[in-house]
Each structure stands twice: as structure tokens, then as C-alpha cells.
């Protein structure tokens, strides 16, 4: 059926595959506009929602000046005066069936509830709860609701390997056609009820899902990203509600709460009941201008050997590409005998060596922060060296620390911080974690043993 | 100013001279780090007349050319050498078709053609199909944002498959794909023909051919990278 490929989605001439190119004169066919004029007198993309600049053209080869948005290039090129090509969503009920057959801690299974009840008032809701708290198995309840009365329902992220560690997830759990979209994969895009995507695959959606889930709401390009959260808030349905997965919301998301405009539900013990590791912090003077300098200063290494000795393996996060280059340099030099490796953005064989890391290979792993949310690896330690440097705000902070003691079997862990002078990110995201586990605490909800 | 490339802030310090003596400070489109991951051409070891590098003599490809066309004199200037960073550039300028990125580029090519005289500069064109597809061409946009005057007056006769798609033994056997669209315009003249890429020569000596054919007296080639 060539109707399935246009149901909900919005689509240039250029994302349609050649062969369906015959049906675009179909009266059926939705034909809309791409670009409308704002209050501001300026086009504003209907896809990502920006209003365009002036220096927002392209000089055709006609000679004749034509304006483009450059905020969704990625996504294909919109002219002014191109048409998107729509169907409405239809309505479609495949057999589903749920296989799940974990357990919920008692927690997981109160915020589960609300989160169902909200669903069903037609609300949105902010699900905030702690790194490791078991998020994506809370879901599982509302979702499976959703598709047994025919919904449609996406789940998306901000990062592809979210989504690629949610998809096999999904379809354990779910016997239903799932379709993933990312921006790497080559493949037919199918209609199915259930998506799991990456936030900018969302721009090719028109109202289509009636639940849409997006996981780590906070997690870089997402945040502050307005053309992402403007394709959220098109690929919904008028009646649809939208559930926010995060462990640190962030302050838009708070305000929306204070409102009234979303429901809440925060969860603060993790699925083990053991509390958050709270960061050690140690300072350490000019730790960037030392490592730089290319001298491994004293009170690190003492902290290192005493990790090498316990044979705690240990992920140590690094501002900087270049400072984590040196900083294995360094270490190599000064641990011959222990393995050392380190994984960053520009890094080739980084899943390789991510996968080495969860198979226990290395005794020291050094990263940057893009290893910061999204991995497990079973009893590790964490040292954040220079936590006052820029590129570490607080939900970074935060989801750093978490991924200390995330397994059930092994659940405490250290985490140190090293710094030379306190920044803001670091006393929130402290305090944030100590909070949490004070309403643990509170809710006599964690385990005595603290 | 955000990074064309990278979305990162640019930050830009001014130097002792430009606060002294108000000299206009230069919009930087792209910040340093992205900058200085393009290669600029070291003349020294690259073949004199193409630019490639690791050649400090005359490379085996140019003697080739020369055998082909023992008749005209070749020169050719490139800015930079092709790696993967400007691989990835091309891809996001042509083939995503963001007509902004040719701003990268500006000054580079301002000063570059400061310092050479031709009567003519002219682009290589695309065929009509690929115009239509891409809506602008890639060559024009880079010489329009340097604010350099050029004359459109070479055309693509036979659409064929983008260059990139192809072997290097397809793309040197390919047949004459160029014409003119008046016959006088390049009498007599010093005539410089400008690409994005050079890669095996095929398409610039095309369009050299075909200048000299119809009686340049000078025909030089530029390409931004190599």
C-alpha cells in the first residue's frame, strides 16, 4: 500500500522514494505549505518552527534569490514555495502482545500508576527519576495500554545509542512491528504502530502519535535545542500526551510542573533501594596547567594507585579530547603494568573499546562526556578530573556520578571529583544527589544500610 | 557568531593593531579549530603544476596530461588538500546543498585572487538536471561570497553522473562534455577556470580543452582543493 509510507508523516519531493513519486498527484495527498509568514513578517519553517534570517539564501542558478531553512538542512532542504506531502494518521490495531514478565519494585510500580493515570487524563507528565532507577520498565504498563486501543506511540531520544540500546528493549518485551529511525541507518521506512527514534527524526512526523516518550529530555542536542522540542510538539496529535523521561530536568520542565501545565513523578531510589553514590570531592590546585605540563600531581596518583591496588576498575571522565590524549600519555607512562584506554567522539573503535570496558579488559578507562549517560558497566569507580571545568554542568555531573553502582549486585561504588575551586554545576549537582537520597530516606524507601 | 560547522560560540580576540588603527575585523564564519583541520597546500612538496602532495617534481599524472595535450600549457592552484574533513564539507555544501557554507572560504579566496590577473574567470558549470536538483551551482557560490566578478559562459552539454560516483578509469575516459556559448568571448584572453575539487583532472582539462579550442591564449586552472 503506498498510502502506509505517507500516514502521519510530512515529507519534501526528496524523501520520497521514486517509485511512490507516481501517486504525489493523488487527490488524497495532503499538499502543505513549508514556510509561512510569522507576526514578525519573516518565513518561519513549519517543519523546525525557526523564522528566517535574512542572510538565510541561496542565489539560484537562475540568478534569482531563494530562501532556505539551514536549521533543518539535515532533515532535507525546504525552500520557500516547497509543499510537504501528508496523510492523516489512520487508524491501525495489530495484535499485541507483552512478554515483559520482570517485576516492579514498589516504586517503580507507583510511578508507573500515575503515569498511566495521566495518560488517561490526557496529560503530560515529567517522570524524574534518579539514574539507575529502571525508567524504561516503568513505561512498559502505559505503553502497552496505548497499543492494545490502537494508539500510535513513539519513543524517542535525543542519541542514537539510547535508541539502540531501547530498540532490543522494546522488542523482547513487545511482540509488535517496531520500526527504528536514526540518521545512520539505511533502510524502507515501514508504517507501524510503535517507533523508537532519534529527536530530529521526529521533523518528518505531522501528527501522528497519540503518545510520544522522550527519553533523556535533558541530554545534549535536545536541550535548549528549540528546533527539536518545536518537531516534539508537531509529530503530537492534538489529543496526545507526552511523557519526559529524565534524571535532571531541566528548569523549563520544572517551571511547566510549578504550573500546573505537566504532572510529576519522581522516583528517588534506584530499582536496588541502595542510595546514590555522593561525590568525594578533592581539590587539587591547577590540576589543568599540571596535566598539561605533562607531571601526574601527587594527590592523583595516590588516589589512582589506591584504585589500581584495590583493583577497582575506574572510568575517568576528562573535560577535553586533547587533555584525555595527554592524560593516557601520562598514565601509560606511569602504569606500565595495568591496562589503560580511552574512548571520545572522534574515536573509531570506540564501541569496540566500550564493549572491551564492559567485559572488565581495562583497569583505567578514560573518556569525555560522551560516555555520560546511556552505558552500564558492572562495579566501577568514577574520577571526574577538573569537575569545575565548562563542559560539565549539573545533569552531566549527575548522570557522571550515576553510573556508579548501577547493578544490583554491586551497588556502591566512589566517585570523586577533582577540582580547583568549586563551580555551581558541581555544589547542584551534589546537593541535588544528596537531596534525593534525604526523600529516600524520607520515604523509607531505601535500605537501612546506608 | 555560532560556527558554521561546529554550532560552537567563536570567540575572536582582537589584536593590538586592529585596535589601534580601526581596521574592520573580519567575520570569521567558521571558528579556528575547524579551520585549521583543512589542509592548506604546502607548495614545497607538492608537483608544481597540480599541487599534489608528496611530489616534489612534475607527478606521473600531470606527464600523462601533458601527452594527451602536448600543445597547451598547464597550470593549476588549489588552496587546500582534500581529506576527510573537507570530504565531509563538500558533502554538507553540495550534496546536502547548504549554500551558506561557501562563506568558509571567503577570505581565503579574497586574498588568493587578489594577487592574480586574468581577463576571464570562469566557473565550471553544471549540466541543467544537476542545477535543478542541487539549485545552485557549487562554484558560483563560492566566487559570489570572495566577491568575485566571473563570466557564466561555459556550458554542460550531456548530463552525467556526479564525478564522485565513478572510477578514476571511467572519469578519464569520459568523452568532451563542454561547450561554449559564444565563440568570441574567449578570443585572445588570459582565462582562468575555476572547480570546487580536483581530483583526477578529467573535467577541469575538459574545460581547458575547450577554452583553448576556441582560441583563449591563456588558460589556467584553480580549484579549492586537491
Redesign the interface.
Given at each position: 500500500m503506498w498510502q502506509e509510507f505517507f500516514y502521519g508523516r510530512r515529507l519534501l519531493k526528496s524523501d520520497i522514494p521514486e517509485s511512490l513519486l507516481a501517486y504525489l498527484d493523488e487527490a488524497e495527498v495532503n499538499k502543505l505549505p513549508a514556510f509561512k509568514l510569522s507576526n514578525r513578517n519573516k518565513h518561519q519553517c513549519l517543519r523546525c518552527g525557526n523564522e528566517l534570517e535574512e542572510?538565510?539564501?541561496?542565489?539560484?542558478?537562475l540568478g534569482f534569490i531563494?530562501h532556505?531553512c539551514?536549521y533543518c538542512?539535515?532533515m532535507g532542504?525546504a525552500?520557500v514555495g516547497d509543499t510537504y506531502y501528508h496523510l492523516p494518521q489512520t487508524s491501525k490495531i495489530d495484535e499485541v502482545n507483552f512478554y515483559w514478565e520482570g517485576e516492579l519494585s514498589p516504586s517503580q510500580q507507583r510511578a508507573s500508576q500515575m503515569i498511566l493515570e495521566a495518560v488517561e487524563k490526557k496529560k503530560d507528565i515529567l517522570v524524574h527519576a534518579v539514574t539507575g532507577a529502571g525508567k524504561t520498565e516503568m513505561i512498559f504498563e502505559t505503553v502497552h495500554k496505548s497499543l492494545v486501543n490502537g494508539k500510535f506511540v513513539c519513543v524517542a531520544s535525543p542519541r542514537v545509542d539510547v535508541c539502540l540500546e531501547l530498540y532490543p528493549r522494546f522488542q523482547a518485551a513487545f511482540d509488535v512491528a517496531i520500526a527504528l529511525l536514526h540518521g545512520k541507518q539505511r533502510g524502507d521506512y515501514y508504517h507501524s504502530q510503535l517507533v523508537i527514534c532519534t529527536t530530529h527524526q521526529l521533523l518528518r512526523f505531522y501528527q501522528a502519535f497519540d503518545l510520544l516518550i522522550v527519553d533523556e529530555v535533558d541530554a545534549f542536542p535536545f536541550r535548549g535545542n528549540p528546533m527539536l522540542e518545536y518537531g516534539v510538539t508537531q509529530a503530537l496529535r492534538p489529543q496526545g500526551s507526552m511523557i519526559y523521561l529524565t534524571a535532571t530536568p531541566t528548569k523549563q520542565l520544572e517551571y511547566q510542573v510549578r504550573t500546573g501545565a505537566m504532572e510529576v513523578s519522581g522516583i528517588s531510589v534506584r530499582y536496588h533501594g541502595y542510595p546514590l553514590p555522593v561525590p568525594q570531592t578533592i581539590w587539587l590546585w591547577q590540576w589543568h596547567q599540571k596535566l598539561m605540563k605533562g607531571k601526574l600531581p601527587r594527590p592523583l596518583q595516590i588516589i589512582l594507585e589506591q584504585q589500581l591496588e584495590a583493583g577497582r576498575r575506574t572510568l575517568v571522565f576528562l573535560p577535553t579530547i586533547n587533555l584525555m590524549e595527554r592524560t593516557e600519555k601520562l598514565l601509560t607512562k606511569v602504569f606500565p603494568n595495568h591496562h589503560i584506554s580511552s574512548a571520545s567522539s572522534t574515536d573509531e573503535e570506540r564501541l569496540s573499546k566500550v564493549k572491551n570496558m564492559r567485559e572488565e579488559v581495562y583497569d583505567l578507562f578514560l573518556s569525555t562526556t560522551i560516555l555520560e549517560r546511556g552505558v552500564t558497566f558492572r562495579d566501577i569507580d568514577v574520577i571526574v578530573i577538573g569537575s569545575n571545568h565548562d563542559v560539565f554542568n549539573t545533569a552531566s555531573l549527575i548522570q557522571i556520578a550515576g553510573r556508579v553502582g548501577r547493578k544490583a549486585e554491586f551497588p556502591k561504588g566512589a566517585v570523586f571529583f577533582i577540582h580547583d575551586g568549586w563551580s555551581l554545576a558541581m555544589k547542584q549537582a551534589v546537593s541535588q544527589i544528596k537531596r534525593m537520597n534525604a526523600e529516600g530516606i524520607k520515604g523509607r524507601l531505601l535500605r537501612d544500610e546506608m | 557568531m555560532r560556527c558554521k560547522l561546529c554550532d560552537n560560540f567563536i570567540r575572536t580576540n582582537l589584536s593590538l593593531k586592529e585596535w589601534l588603527y580601526f581596521i574592520p575585523v573580519e567575520k570569521l564564519s567558521i571558528c579556528e579549530r575547524c579551520q585549521a583541520k583543512f589542509e592548506k597546500v604546502d607548495p614545497d612538496i607538492s608537483c608544481p603544476i597540480c599541487k599534489k602532495s608528496g611530489h616534489s617534481h612534475i607527478c606521473p599524472e600531470c606527464l600523462a596530461w601533458q601527452k594527451i595535450y602536448p600543445k597547451y600549457s598547464f597550470k593549476h592552484d588549489c588552496l587546500y588538500y582534500y581529506n576527510d574533513w573537507m570530504g565531509e564539507w563538500l558533502e554538507k555544501f553540495k550534496f546536502k546543498g547548504d549554500f551558506q557554507l561557501a562563506q568558509c572560504f571567503q577570505h581565503d579566496l579574497k586574498v588568493f585572487f587578489r594577487h592574480v590577473n586574468y581577463d576571464l574567470i570562469i566557473p565550471t558549470p553544471l549540466s541543467k538536471e544537476r542545477q535543478q536538483i542541487r539549485r545552485f551551482n557549487q562554484v558560483e557560490a563560492l566566487l559570489y561570497f570572495a566577491d568575485i566578478k566571473y563570466a557564466d559562459i561555459l556550458e554542460k552539454t550531456i548530463d552525467t553522473l556526479p564525478q564522485s560516483n565513478k572510477t578514476r578509469q571511467d572519469r578519464l575516459d569520459m568523452p568532451q562534455i563542454f561547450s561554449l556559448k559564444s565563440r568570441e568571448s574567449v578570443f585572445q584572453k588570459k582565462v582562468l577556470l575555476v572547480d570546487d575539487v580536483y581530483t583526477t583532472g578529467r573535467t577541469l582539462l575538459h574545460g581547458v580543452d575547450c577554452l583553448y579550442l576556441n582560441g583563449a591564449k591563456l588558460v589556467h586552472t584553480f580549484s579549492l582543493a586537491r
Open positions: 542572510s538565510d539564501f541561496l542565489v539560484n542558478y531563494e532556505y539551514s538542512l539535515v532542504k525552500t | -
